[in-house]
């Protein structure tokens, strides 16, 4: 199968930051977007109505940021791995065909299509197990953020405003990562079904080509 598109545009990216900035003309899905605003207005209610001292959602917010990295990366190492796999059993002939359609809505390949919906989710993951991270290197007791706090007027309300944004970020983030674990796995689904409609249709083509040439 001869390409009729430039090769070219298939390695345009050089970094993952490149590609992040690619995908941002598709849209989250509607339940995507909605659920995790929800979530997040409720999380906003939540830190002004709670009874939690500071103190309680400080110690919420550490352990939060802690079981988030840890979990945020061991399921990311697990999407790379059933990532590769695909990927690498994805026939050369599909790939080339999609990368010569391109998207309606937003006028990508649909090889880049596809495949940046797989790689945005990774870069989800990796955002929060940085967001963690550094709630965990700096946000500890007698820790940089505390000490420079410190320094500053009105630290406790400061401090207060700080924590409050971490709780909603950090489980906010929970809530996202799940909604897009849930639509990764749906487009892991879709990726394979074209895979086997695309072997299908192909069989069946040959075959009735081959009807046709005896009947001839």
């Known amino acids: 199968m001869n390409p009729t598109f430039d090769p070219g545009i298939l390695t345009q990216e050089k ?3 490149d590609i992040y900035v690619a995908s941002r003309c598709i849209p989250l899905s509607r339940f995507n977007f909605w659920s995790t605003t929800i979530v997040c207005a409720l999380l906003t209610a939540n830190t002004l109505i709670s009874s939690y001292t500071l103190t309680d959602t ?8 802690t079981t988030g990295l840890v979990l945020s990366l061991s399921t990311l190492g697990f999407l790379i791995a059933g990532f590769t796999i695909f990927a690498t059993i994805t026939q050369p002939d599909l790939s080339l065909a999609l990368a010569q359609v391109p998207e309606r809505k937003t006028n990508l390949p649909y090889l880049k299509y596809t ?3 797989f790689l945005r989710v990774f870069i989800y993951y990796l955002a929060f197990a940085a967001i963690c991270l550094l709630i965990v290197m700096f946000g500890h007791s007698g820790g940089l953020l505390a000490a420079v706090l410190s320094l500053l007027p009105n630290a406790g309300c400061i401090q207060l405003l700080l924590v409050k944004l ?3 970020v950090v489980y906010t983030g929970y809530f996202f990562l799940v909604v897009q674990l849930k639509s990764f796995i749906y487009n892991i689904y879709m990726a394979v ?10 069989i069946m083509a040959e075959e009735e080509s081959a009807e046709k040439a005896t009947v001839v």
């Open 166 to 168: 971490s709780y909603v």
């Open 193 to 202: 079904m074209t895979s086997l409609r695309w072997q299908a249709e192909k």
């Open 15 to 17: 970094k993952l930051w």
């Open 115 to 117: 495949y940046f919906l």
């Open 58 to 65: 400080i110690v919420l917010v550490r352990e939060a940021s």
